[in-house]
């Protein structure tokens, strides 16, 4: 059995469920999807500030910085694992 699913874009989702938001609600959602919908990779500053505004517990703490340095650094030096089935 397959299942094929369609590709549904932000600027759609948001069109389909609009009927049941309200505005404050329509643009929390624009907002979140607009997070997830990246077009480019981020710097670490963009990080930095993202991490900031979903985790403000956290903004102040220095520690968290060398330790994003570090995970960007392996994730560009780590070739993608070749997953065959």
């Not at 069109?15 to 077009?39: C, D, K, M, N």
């Not at 968290?64 to 994730?75: C, D, G, K, S």
């Amino acid at each position: 059995m397959s299942i094929q699913l369609q590709t549904i874009t932000a600027p759609k989702i948001l069109e389909l469920i609009e009927q049941f938001l309200s505005e404050t609600e329509q643009q929390w959602l624009s907002r979140q999807l607009g997070h997830l919908v990246q077009r480019s990779p981020l710097s670490l500053v963009q990080k930095r500030v993202q991490i900031d505004e979903l985790c403000g517990a956290w903004s102040n703490d220095e520690t968290l910085l060398p330790i994003f340095a570090e995970v960007e650094v392996n994730r560009l030096s780590n070739k993608p694992r070749d997953v065959s089935f």
